[in-house]
């Protein structure tokens, strides 16, 4: 596999881990926790997957450059630095947030799933985002 192709896979695996997070916390609203449990750990497959592949692509190519110039560029670094300190949130409470729930600590895991949910899902959809402006625009 050409290392080039890495960021289409990384933005699939990104829309991928978004469209988990909403089904799995429609499962949980719903009252399907064993569903819930089964998604939401695919969510987190997922997003491991997305981080293994991100981070070999960048060992291999380093940063790339948005070339557009003009409000577009304003745009995508308004997008990128938050997708970027949110981003490096995202393992650690993914990880907090799981145990918890697997450890059947629900009070603590619903505690922190607030939390969680909305930044993880917002990294993962202005991933493709950024990938959308940054390779296909």
Same mark, same amino acid.
């Given at each position: 596999?050409?290392?080039?192709?890495?960021?289409?896979?990384?933005?699939?695996?990104?829309?991928?881990?978004?469209?988990?997070?909403?089904? !799995?916390?429609?499962?949980?609203?719903?009252?399907?926790? /064993? /569903?819930?449990?089964?998604?939401?750990?695919?969510?987190? !497959?997922? =997003?491991?997957? +997305?981080?293994? =592949?991100?981070?070999?692509?960048?060992? %291999?190519? !380093?940063?790339?450059?948005? %070339?557009? %110039? $003009?409000?577009?560029?304003?745009?995508?670094?308004?997008?990128?630095?938050?997708?970027?300190?949110?981003?490096?949130?995202?393992?650690?409470?993914? +990880?907090?947030?799981?145990?918890?729930?697997?450890? !059947? &600590?629900?009070?603590?895991? &619903?505690?922190?799933? &607030?939390?969680?949910?909305?930044?993880?899902?917002?990294? =993962?959809?202005? $991933?493709?985002?950024?990938?959308?402006?940054?390779? &296909?625009?």
């Amino acid at each position: 596999m050409d290392v080039h192709s890495l960021p289409g896979l990384n933005a699939i695996l990104n829309l991928c881990a978004a469209i988990l997070l909403v089904f !799995g916390y429609i499962l949980i609203r719903r009252g399907k926790r /064993e /569903e819930h449990r089964k998604v939401m750990l695919a969510a987190f !497959g997922t =997003s491991v997957l +997305f981080l293994a =592949s991100y981070l070999i692509y960048h060992a %291999q190519v !380093g940063s790339v450059r948005f %070339q557009k %110039q $003009g409000a577009i560029r304003t745009v995508y670094f308004a997008i990128l630095i938050t997708h970027t300190v949110l981003a490096a949130a995202v393992p650690v409470l993914a +990880f907090l947030t799981l145990s918890r729930g697997l450890k !059947g &600590r629900f009070a603590q895991h &619903r505690a922190i799933a &607030r939390w969680t949910l909305p930044i993880w899902l917002y990294v =993962s959809v202005t $991933g493709v985002i950024v990938y959308l402006m940054l390779y &296909r625009l």
